[in-house]
């Protein structure tokens, strides 16, 4: 650090005895015989948190809030991959408050709080500064595309057993329920993954007796116990290629090329972030609100949602099955609408 003015040596002893407002430390430096004022005692404090003194604002008192500094040395039990215990700079602040949501989702549930005093110290010194990754930090916000589903309840010790399982490289036999109203059965299994849809967690195995990967959720999973005996462990394979390959969604069958004609909204929607791969759009007839859409999309339900979500504002034309399929799926809605109560088809449309 560099060289301290003894006004700036006189501050940070000051705040090390104990807390001290804005105003008491004009005074107590008056005492001293520096003459210096609480504006610019509020300039300067800031200035001396970046350089990398510990001390943080907070607020005291009930309504009229005052701000209070404090002396705060980084605690040495926090558990981070370093001996350094402190944040030095704040892109490292902003990187460790953005993983902050991420942790809560995807920790060890014996680590999920192992954190929580540095992600709270990020924040405080993101919020008590005003470098260029604090002001990015308070003006930028990343919302959901879409519906995320509620985080189900997990049983915390059949989420236990799968973890352990998964990080000892070790088959279990779980007891699953593949409905609400269906009888749970037992099957072994060797866990290769877990990954989340939103906040729901799924549990990618290799099923032992049908020698198949797949995933399923883990809140229906009842129980969960070790099994003595060798994992079974897919040559080559990969949590992210699994993902990759659309585990992620509800998936219906290969990639189509959709064709489909577009209102002007939708072409506002898709212009620049795009519904899928070598998408096209072309002018469509006289009515220049209308446009001709043609795409690469993954076969899955998020898709479907997404043009069910749109109906009223385009047509699909192609594929011919996938068209069929989807004006099906219309009509089985305008029937529920219309009638008094609803009617569940004996089939299903997609994935029937």
Not at 29 to 51: A, D, H, M, T, V
Not at 114 to 127: I, M, N
């Amino acid at each position: 650090m560099a060289m301290l003015h003894k006004r700036d040596r006189l501050i940070l002893d000051l705040l090390r005895e104990e807390p001290r407002s804005y105003s008491e430390l004009e005074l107590l430096l008056k005492e001293q015989g520096l003459i210096y004022s609480k504006r610019s005692i509020e300039r300067r404090l800031p200035k001396l948190k970046l350089q990398g003194h510990p001390i943080v604002k907070r607020e005291k008192g009930e309504g009229k809030k005052q701000h209070i500094w404090k002396w705060q040395e980084r605690p040495s039990g926090v558990a981070v991959a370093t001996d350094k215990q402190q944040i030095t700079e704040d892109y490292q602040a902003l990187a460790i408050a953005l993983a902050e949501r991420y942790w809560s989702i995807t920790a060890l549930p014996e680590r999920e709080k192992s954190l929580s005093k540095l992600f709270e110290e990020a924040r405080e010194q993101l919020e008590d500064s005003e470098s260029r990754e604090a002001r990015w930090y308070k003006k930028a916000r990343a919302v959901e595309p879409s519906h995320w589903l509620k985080e189900p309840k997990l049983d915390k010790r059949v989420f236990d057993c799968i973890c352990y399982a998964l990080l000892r490289e070790e088959p279990i036999i779980i007891t699953y329920k593949s409905h609400g109203r269906d009888t749970p059965y037992k099957i072994t299994v060797t866990p290769l993954g877990i990954f989340f849809r939103g906040r729901v967690a799924y549990l990618v195995a290799y099923d032992h007796e049908r020698q198949v990967t797949r995933n399923r959720p883990i809140s229906r999973i009842v129980e969960a116990k070790s099994k003595l005996g060798s994992a079974i462990i897919p040559k080559g394979f990969d949590i992210d290629t699994y993902i990759n390959s659309h585990a992620g969604s509800i998936t219906y069958g290969e990639p189509i090329r959709l064709k489909a004609v577009i209102f002007e909204s939708i072409e506002r929607e898709i212009a620049e972030a795009h519904l899928g791969e070598n998408q096209t759009i072309k002018p469509y007839g006289r009515d220049e609100r209308f446009k001709l859409l043609e795409v690469s999309v993954p076969y899955t339900l998020d898709l479907i949602q997404w043009l069910l979500a749109r109906a009223a504002y385009l047509k699909v034309l192609e594929p011919i099955e996938f068209k069929n399929k989807f004006e099906e799926e219309i009509k089985r809605m305008y029937i529920n609408v219309m009638s008094e109560a609803p009617e569940v088809p004996i089939k299903l449309n997609f994935g029937g």
